[in-house]
């Protein structure tokens, strides 16, 4: 029985839309922040034309994970629905540092090139104590030459991605509530507004907070005892600083910065509290915080904290879950799996979570491309397999991001001036510490590779 109509705006690429409102630099803040490149549509959908829909694969939350995944399997010429809890895709959020293995799956997609024309290329990495000393520097490409680092605006990432879909691939205001298994092995989704979804895989991309991952029996993420303040400060006139990522460490205190574009840099503060605290939505009283934080450090932190819109400012608790052999459930259970945050939250400390979360969307896409053309038996194997690679790389990224963070938030003075006097002056070596962002990543072409 047809119910009522439910709005749910559909994903349509811009192709309305001049050239020149694309452009990246605007001349004003507001202006670029209203500019959106894909254009949400909305279109009636209603429950019963939902409810009788029969999905091959839905994917399950429309941030890196799921666009990546749902891009990929495009790629390789198979569809899929992406459902999305918000109104849009999400439009705030900072920057994100990619490395080499982040741009390898950038490039592999075919979205590389059309995103490093955005964005600067960070040449290497200049360490500071609080009272602006320099403990140490680096250049990149000194240690490899292959590397390349570049921070990237999260919203223009998705954006990106997405306009890469075909029209009606990603539905939004799409919330998952529940899931349920048929005794045929058949997965029906219902979403808050009551329409269920028949799909045979469903790929949980849905974040640190996942109701899939929570389903497959996998505990919350744990919270690490630091909370992360960001924001990217905005310079109509041109930024002035270097390409480099500039880290300054305190004790239980650490700030950096990062030149995201010409106009555009991003920062951020991670801070030891004993407990996350309450949600703090007001962005001034954010910005107030997070200067009170760093109030007697290098003025340039500063500055650039006042050059930041308020609506960027976002502070988030740091969170990680170790994917324990045995204890952990498997990233699997029949044909439902997890790609992202949702399967491996990790600490930020690397600045691996989002490259991750894109090498898991080609590696998953393969083996499922390769796998939907002989049946079922196979995407059973082909899930299983993408657990058996992923797992080796996922579980110490996921603890070695965890170290660092505690080494670079320690609080005791001694052990501090042995980490700013010794240990980061005299014995850290970039290369094998950059190791873990070598990553292979062939070209996803149209057809089956095999
Ligand atoms: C402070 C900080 C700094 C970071 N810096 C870096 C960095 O420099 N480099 C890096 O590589 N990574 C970085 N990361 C990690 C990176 O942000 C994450 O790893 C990445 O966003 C994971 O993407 P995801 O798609 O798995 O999850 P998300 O980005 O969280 O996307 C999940 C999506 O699912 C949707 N969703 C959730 N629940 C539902 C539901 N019930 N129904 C429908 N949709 C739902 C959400 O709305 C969201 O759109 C950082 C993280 C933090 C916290």
Known sequence: MATTASLSPLFLNSSLFPPSTHKLHSSSWSDYRSRTKPICVCVSITKAEV???KEDIVIVGAGIAGLATAVSLHRLGVGSLVLEQADSLRTGGTSLTLFKNGWRVLDAIGVGSELRTQFLEIQGMSIKSEDGRELRSFKFKDEDESQEVRA????ILLETLANQLPPESVHFSSKLANIETTADGETILELTNGTRLHAKIIIGCDGIRSPVAKWMGFSDPKYVGHCAYRGLGYYPDGQPFEPKVNYIYGRGLRAGYVPVSPTRVYWFIC???????????DSVLLKKHAKDLVRNWP?????IIDLTPDDTIIRTPLVDRW????????ASTGRVVLVGDAWHPMTPNLGQGACCALEDAVVLARKLANAMKSGNASVLDALRSYERERWPRIFPLTIRAN???SLLQWENPVVCSVRNNVVIPKLVRLGPVLEHTNFDCEPLIQGIKV
Do not use: F, H, Q, Y
């Not at 990237?152 to 919203?155: D, N, Q, Y």
């Not at 994917?323 to 498997?330: M, Q, R």
């Open 51 to 53: 409810g009788v829909r």
């Open 403 to 405: 170290l660092v963070g």
């Open 152 to 155: 990237v605006e999260r919203r």
């Open 323 to 330: 994917l324990w052999p045995v204890v952990s459930p498997p």
């Open 271 to 281: 801070v030891n509290n004993p407990s996350p605290g309450p949600k703090i939505t």
């Open 299 to 303: 003025a340039e932190i500063l500055n």
